[in-house]
């Protein structure tokens, strides 16, 4: 059972350009959840998605950033016109369920690490 | 909202030694997750607690959470080279799908 699966692992922008992030839950798992490792910065959580519904973004920066889970195919975020500081890690997370359930283990995936220059 | 404390921040331990890792919150913690990450790669499961006063252990990893849900300890015996890492908790706070993160304590071994 293949893990949760992300790419690109890395991925280089210049100012300006779009970055397309994309994450393959663990089988099963219908919750995904984005999540920002700036340098030096613990990680921040961004979105939280089912099958074709953002179900909160509260932590998503509210221009450029967008994320989708299509009935189809994997989960992915979109950065418009990338700017030096959203470089970092961005790491895609999958569960069976949510929330605090005995046995609920969250997966993370490898991560994506953005660079713009 | 607030993010967890986690110390010590760094920690160098001498192979053999026993070690332990802190997690606190002012508030009550529904479900923390302890995890290790090595340097430019992804998070590793490592244990979810959930109930106060829980405790499980995993090889030579064992993870506490306090009867009031808001402290949880990670203690390493015997540690190896394998040990080395960062090692991160997590915990639902208000939001039940939304973690909140300490800063992340990195282990070294010295052999």
């Known amino acids: 059972n293949a893990g949760v699966m992300q790419n690109p692992r890395h991925l280089v922008r210049r100012r300006g350009q779009e970055a397309r992030l994309r994450c393959s839950p663990m089988k099963g798992h219908s919750h995904v959840y984005w999540y920002r490792q700036l340098p030096e910065e613990g990680l921040k959580f961004m979105v939280y998605?089912?099958?074709?519904?953002?179900?909160?973004e509260s932590g998503m920066p509210k221009e450029r950033f967008s994320a989708e889970f299509p009935k189809e195919g994997p989960s992915i975020l979109r950065i418009q016109q990338v700017v030096r500081g959203d470089s970092a890690a961005y790491f895609c997370?999958?569960?069976?369920?949510?929330?605090?359930?005995?046995?609920?283990?969250?997966?993370f995936g490898e991560g994506s690490w953005l660079t713009v220059v | 909202s607030q993010e967890l404390e986690q110390s010590p921040q760094s920690l160098i331990v001498q192979e053999g030694k026993n070690l332990t890792i802190n997690c606190t919150s002012s508030k009550t913690l529904y479900g923390l997750y302890w995890y290790k990450q090595k340097y430019g790669e992804g998070l590793i499961f490592l244990m979810m607690?959930?109930?106060g006063g829980e405790e499980k252990s995993h090889e030579k990893i064992t993870a506490k959470l306090d009867e009031k849900k808001q402290q949880s300890s990670l203690h390493i015996t015997a540690s190896q080279p394998s040990h080395a890492g960062i090692y991160l908790c997590g915990a639902f706070e208000d939001s039940n799908y939304q973690l909140i993160w300490g800063a992340g304590t990195k282990l070294i071994i010295k052999p």
């Open positions: 997370a999958s569960s069976l369920q949510t929330g605090a359930i005995s046995g609920n283990t969250i997966y």
């Open positions: 607690l959930q109930k």
């Open positions: 998605l089912q099958k074709e519904n953002i179900i909160d």
